[in-house]
């Protein structure tokens, strides 16, 4: 009998990673694979202490469901700062490749120690490629096949895999990838404008960091001009531009990040479902005003003040999620009386650390997301035809933008004044355009359907997967 395909899964550590990559992990077993699914020390705990008891949980072991959830040190030590990302990314590859080979070569019965993933032979590898090259390179060395994964836009791919081009161009400088004279830029005639200062590597902070980030990406469009697959969780109807133009990048979502109930979904908190889903069961139709920034943005008390009074000022009833690290200080400045006033018993507010923002989407009384824009959230709106209010941050988040308020036009932008600050009353004021705007309700619901027919049966994603995955079996 043939061996059952074992699959061994690794996202970067970041929560916006681990929640698609983990989607996928069910996907393939869904298809008949069993999949390893290597996080890092530090996140593999943050999971399985986030994990809800309706999951199948299992701590010990962290078997769900055919998917083996196991744990590789980072090399940071305890206490060290996981947001400083080019760090992590340097240190990881150091260590991290030397134990992920070690896992493979147990299961491959190489040496005498045992097996710890116990499912057979690992037959294949899908590494996010953020990680770099040094996944794909053990791949190779242990003979398995491999994939990379892109959980963000193929645009924001296809700037780093054009890495060369912008430099012959005269658009980046050779040596640490910041901008020259122009300000923008377009890969071609309809992909979007990209601004060269938001590139992932010009928006670091230090220069060191941009520095080595910058040359880290050089060496991984390298070892993907050798790899067979790059997967992205994107759809042909989002990007097609992109897509005719990278046809390397193939295109396999929008994944159901977070949607299978009862199975692990890959949380570093632990998301607040009852008390969200009943709340929202009590709102009207499309009232709810949900207001969520992923997993890592942060605010300054001044900013996090005025969103509040702009939802007060609203007068919408509203979903929002305050991280506990939400803001620099972690001290959680509500204007005076605000929680009193608005939220709470009697409040037409909600507030919670951290929301089944799947489950939040796909509920009929949402009306509208006040979004940071990372891909998941777009990708999640999208899905879920719900109207954006665009407010990025950082990286990706801004040409994410774009698409949401100028290609898709599904959104509008939340604009901030000359002193930086976007005010209680242009959030009060967006949101009441956004709800009045019927050609943005239409174009979202929409893209909607192009979505749901793109992961469906003979729908251009679900047939790349299927291509995929019959080439990671053979
Ligand atoms: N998310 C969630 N609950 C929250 C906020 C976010 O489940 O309260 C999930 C969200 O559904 C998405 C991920 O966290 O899958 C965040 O990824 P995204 O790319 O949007 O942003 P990032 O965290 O990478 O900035």
């Keep these: 009998m043939t061996p059952r395909p074992h699959a061994l899964v690794i996202p ?13 992990a069910h996907a393939l077993v869904a298809r008949g694979f069993t999949v390893t699914f290597a996080n890092s020390e530090f996140n593999h705990h943050r ?5 809800a008891d309706t999951t199948t949980k299992d701590g010990s072991t962290g078997l769900l469901d055919r998917i083996r959830l196991v744990a590789v040190p980072d ?24 134990r992920v080979e070690d896992l493979i070569r147990r299961s491959h019965g190489e040496t005498t120690e045992d097996d710890d993933t116990g499912d057979g032979p690992i037959t294949c590898m899908v590494a996010d490629y953020n990680l770099g090259t040094w996944a794909l390179d053990v791949a190779r060395r242990t003979r398995i096949k491999s994939a990379a994964i892109w959980p963000a836009s193929a645009a924001v791919l296809a700037s780093i895999l054009s890495i060369h081009r912008l430099i012959h161009e005269n658009i980046i400088d050779s040596n640490d990838g910041s901008a ?16 060269t200062a938001h590139l992932a590597w010009n928006c670091i902070g230090s220069h060191e960091g ?21 997967l992205c969780n994107s759809f042909h109807g989002a990007e097609h531009a992109t897509f005719a133009r990278f046809p390397k990048v193939l295109p396999i979502g929008p994944l159901l990040t977070g949607e299978r109930r009862g199975k692990a979904v890959g949380h570093f908190w632990r998301p607040e479902d009852d008390a969200c889903i009943s709340w929202l069961d009590a709102q009207p139709a499309r009232s709810v005003v949900y207001v969520a920034f992923g997993s ?24 929002w999620v305050v991280r506990p690290d ?4 972690d001290v959680h400045d509500y204007p005076d009386g605000f929680l009193g006033r608005v939220v709470g018993a009697g409040g037409r507010g909600m507030v919670v650390a951290w929301s089944p923002q799947q489950r939040v989407l796909a509920h009929p009384a949402v009306a509208c997301f006040v979004s940071h824009c990372g891909w998941n959230s777009t990708m999640e709106g999208v899905r879920n035809g719900v109207p954006f209010l665009a407010w990025p941050y950082f990286a990706d988040q801004f040409v994410n933008k774009v698409y949401i308020c ?31 705007d019927g050609g943005i309700r239409e174009r979202v619901e929409a893209m909607k359907k192009v979505s749901h027919e793109s992961v469906k049966e003979g729908g251009s994603s679900h047939d790349n997967f299927d291509m995929f995955v019959e080439a990671m079996k053979t």
């Design 406 to 436: 100028d290609v898709w036009k599904v959104g509008l932008e939340a604009e901030a004044n000359e002193s930086g600050v976007i005010t209680k009353e242009h959030i009060a004021g967006r949101v009441e355009e956004l709800m009045s």
């Design 180 to 195: 020259l004279t122009q300000a923008t830029f377009q890969l071609s005639p309809d992909m979007p404008v990209m601004h």
């Design 296 to 319: 890592f943005t942060m605010f300054d008390s001044r900013q996090f003040q005025e969103l509040a009074l702009g939802l007060e000022l609203c007068g919408r009833p509203f979903l």
């Design 47 to 51: 999971v399985v202490a986030a994990m």
């Design 326 to 329: 939400i803001v620099h200080g």
């Design 12 to 24: 970067y550590p970041a929560q916006g990673h681990v929640i698609p990559l983990l989607e996928l």
């Design 210 to 230: 941009q520095e080595a980030l910058f040359r880290y990406l050089i060496g991984g469009v390298r070892a993907v001009e050798k790899c067979d697959f790059i």
């Design 75 to 98: 090399g940071m030590d305890p206490g060290e700062d996981r947001s400083n990302l080019v760090r992590l990314t340097v240190v990881m590859a150091e260590h991290m490749a030397p």
